[in-house]
Each structure stands twice: as C-alpha cells, then as structure tokens.
C-alpha cells in the first residue's frame, strides 16, 4: 500500500510463469473456486467457496484455519480499519458496517461443525474427520453471505465504485514450527500473509456494472439483468476485483502483457496508462519479467494512496498529477515484492513495503521526465526521516526507528510510515553505495527469480543477498532493521 501522508507530499513530489517458477519448484498448490452474486440495491453478496486444499507443509493437520477479513469492518471490530484520523475520509456518510457471514462448511462433501474465532470472529477453524497429510489434498466448500460497509477501503462501496478485496476465506499459512499465522487484521500496513494458489472467479452483477479484474476472462454471459463473468488467475497469491458504473478503459501492451487501466476522473487518463506501460517494462527489465499476461491499474474510492493485488492495482481518487505517478510506479513494483515475491506483510512488513519504496525511485531515475531525481528522493526521505525523528523526540521524548517489528507494534500511522517507507528507502540507497548499483541490479534479479511465488523471512533475504554482494551483510541489515543506525538530525 502507499499511504499518502502529509510527509510524503513533502517529497515530492514475460516471460511464460515457468521461466521463473523454474524446475524443481512447488508444482502443487491450492486451487479457489469462488462464485459470488452482487446485489447493489442491498448492498450485499452470496458467495460459494470451494477449495482444493493442498497440505504443502511437513505436518499433518487436524483441522485448517482460514482468515475472514472481511470481519474486520463489522462493529464488533470497530477501529479495526482506519486510524480515527482518517474516519472521515473511510467513511463520507457516516460509520458503516460489514462482514462476513458462514453459514455452511463441508469437508469432502460432509457437514462439519466450524466455529469463528479470534478478534471479531476474523478467524473460521475447519476441524477436520480425518488428518490430513502433507502433500494430500482435500476439498472445502465454504458458503457466506457478504455485507458490504459504505467505506472507502480495500472492502466497501463509495460514490464510485465498490471494491472486493480481502472479503473471501483465505486460507492461514502454517509454518513449521509456528502453526498456523493467525495475525488479524490492523489499520497498519497491509496485514496480510497468504501462498499462491490458482483462482477461478466466476462473479454476477448488475448489467450497469463494469467489472475491473486483473485475470485471465474465461467468459461473460447476460442473465436477466446481471451479466456473470468468469476468470482464473493462476500462481497468485490472493484474488480482487472492482465493479463500476462509470469506468471507462484504455488499454496498452508491454510486449506481450496487456495493461488495462479503468477510471472515472482523470484529467489525463493516457498519462496515467503511460505511466503504468513504463513501470511493467522497467521493473520486467530489471528484476524479470512481469508474471502474468495483464494487469489492470484501478482508480476507485480508497482511503488511502493506493493497494496493491496480485495483477490488480488500486489508484485512490483522491491523488491526481505527480502525486498519482508516484502512486502507479509503487504499486505496479508491489507485483514484484509481495505478489510474485511474498512474505508475512504482518510481521515482516518491511521486506515488500521498503523494497517497493526503493524501486520507485529506481523508477524516477530511469525516467528523467517525471522531473523527479533519484538524489531528490533521497534528500527528501532523509530530510523527512530527520523531521520525524525531531518532532517524535520532542513529542514522546524517544522514537522507536526499528522497522522490523509486527505491525501492531508500531505506535502510530507515522511511525510506520517513516520506519517502513522513508527509512527503508535509505537503506537501500546505502546498500547500493556500499556494493554498488550493478551488483544490487544483479542481486534484486536472482533474488525475484530465486524465490518466485514463494514467501520470504528476514532471514532468508539477508542470507540471499549476503551470498550474492560476497560479503557478510548481516551487520548491515541488523543495523538497520532494529533502529541501530542513527540520523543525526539537529
Ligand atoms: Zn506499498
């Protein structure tokens, strides 16, 4: 996600899937059947969910967990979705309300007796008859109904648009060791943590609609006054889509990958596409080719800059001009880190949201006529981070700079945004100065390829890029992820 805060104004400012899934990889993963029928007059959906679970890990299960976030916006969860300070723009008419509602899950075809756990009910626990072992697959066929809160976020309806994302049951990830991840929802970043697996989307809709999805169409029927579509998006590690009266779509190539861009309001709607073409062709070029064969780039009603999805980004409507280039370039570098590249978004927060921050600026100084300078970025970051810290020591007397923490351990939306973003950004451009721009070119590109539709620890990344820079960078990324290294800001 990119949050825009008054601070960052202030800087202102395919190769086929097997070319990088390579051989040996996972060749086994869940697959999501979802079938969901939108009413608007309601403002409510039914959903049928089926999955062909697959235990990819090296324990037998009892029972799989799966996250409803969709919850996170009911009242029990109140606050859950927005920081007080940005109520007014999530909600323009008032608090509202929404969720998620089960009503059946079977296992195999049999009727299990589920429970909702966890803050808010945002977790569903599936026992299981039988365990399940690893490398086994077993079927889950979920039913819900959705109810949709008027909100500006990542699940709700605004004036323009109506977003579903994060509003079906996604399976938790287990890790060994840990069990299953079960960190719930938070205002914070993007507390999300999930594998790939393959989707078919087969949605119903009022005939007024456009449907924005980033998939593969399979087809598209009219029925009585709902047209149904269907998608799969294969090797994605989560699934989305927008509905809109009032898109209108421009589409263009980057070699062989469509991007479609659908909006309402932009004064240069072909800017902006332009913009989304040269941030798939820089990013394909420097780090590997984009994975899939589109990407739709999404202007809607969101509260904050924009989200990122697996072949599906949100633009807010409410950045326009440099503020909205900015925005495309970050969220398009997300299909590199988090959606092909994963990781716990959680609790390691830091290994798409800094990297993301940095390739943006590699993006500016690839492109010289947005008029923004790698070197302004930097001097903007640092001055940024200096003002946060000056101000954070004024206020609260000391500031906490470690960016590797669990999001719910960052105080405040600036706390995080300085750790994550701003400091992030300059730790890479120190790492590049310490072993050079080519050879940080040449580690982000085997690092992509290496660990393609995987998820990623700390750990592994320090590992990966100390084994490629030649030299023991453990120190250097300690340094920095715990708030060890310091600005001198006076
Ligand atoms: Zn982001």
Request: charge should be negative; proline fraction near 3%.
């Amino acid at each position: 996600m990119k949050k825009l805060s008054i601070f960052f104004v202030c800087l202102i400012f395919i190769a086929p899937i097997l070319f990088i899934s390579g051989c040996g990889e996972k060749s086994q993963r869940s697959a999501y059947q979802l079938v969901l029928t939108y009413d608007d007059q309601t403002q409510t959906a039914q959903g049928a969910c089926v999955i062909d679970y697959f235990n990819n890990s090296e324990n037998a299960f009892d029972n799989l967990m799966f996250h409803l976030y969709a919850n996170a916006f009911s009242q029990q969860a109140d606050g859950s979705v927005c920081k007080p300070s940005n109520e007014d723009k999530t909600y323009p008419n008032g608090k509202s309300y929404g969720g998620i509602e089960i009503s059946s899950v079977k296992i195999d075809g049999n009727a299990v007796d589920f429970s909702l756990e966890g803050e808010a009910d945002m977790l569903l626990d599936v026992p299981l008859q039988t365990q399940l072992f690893p490398d086994e697959k077993i079927k889950v066929e979920i039913d819900f109904s959705l109810t949709l809160p008027n909100a500006n976020h990542r699940f709700g309806y605004g004036e323009n648009a109506v977003n579903f994302a994060n509003f079906y049951p996604i399976a938790c990830v287990y890790e060994d060791g840990k069990g299953f991840m079960q960190d719930g929802y938070i205002s914070n970043g993007d507390p999300f943590f999930s594998e790939v697996s393959d989707y078919t989307v087969s949605v119903s809709y009022p005939q007024e609609y456009i449907l924005a999805c980033g998939g593969d169409s399979l087809k598209t029927h009219q029925n009585g006054k709902f047209i149904t579509s269907t998608f799969s998006a294969n090797n994605v590690r989560d699934v989305s889509f927008v509905l809109s009266k009032n898109f209108k779509k421009l589409s263009q190539k980057c070699g062989d990958v469509t991007i479609d861009y659908f909006y309402y309001a932009d004064e240069d709607p072909q800017g902006s596409l332009d913009t989304a073409t040269k941030a798939v062709k820089f990013y394909s070029e420097s780090f590997g080719e984009y994975a899939y064969s589109n990407l739709a780039v999404v202007q809607t009603n969101f509260v904050h800059g924009g989200m990122e999805y697996p072949r599906l980004v949100m633009i807010s409507d409410t950045v326009s001009g440099e503020d909205c280039d900015y925005v495309i370039a970050h969220e398009i570098a997300h299909q590199w880190w988090y959606g092909v590249v994963g990781n716990d978004e959680y609790n390691e927060a830091w290994l798409d949201e800094s990297l993301t921050e940095y390739s943006t600026a590699l993006f500016f100084e690839k492109y010289p006529e947005y008029n923004l300078t790698y070197q302004q970025i930097i001097n903007g970051a640092e001055g940024n981070y200096k003002f946060f810290l000056q101000i954070y020591t004024k206020i609260e007397g000391e500031v906490d700079s470690s960016m590797l923490r669990p999001l719910d351990e960052f105080a405040t939306e600036p706390e995080y945004v300085h750790n994550i973003y701003t400091r992030g950004i300059l730790m890479f451009d120190t790492l590049r100065s310490q072993i050079g721009a080519k050879k940080l070119m040449a580690t982000l590109k085997g690092y992509y390829k290496k660990f393609a539709y995987q998820n990623v620890s700390s750990e592994e990344f320090v590992a990966y890029f100390s084994s490629k820079a030649g030299r023991n960078l453990e120190k250097f990324f300690d340094s920095w992820l715990n708030g060890e290294v310091k600005f001198v800001y006076a």
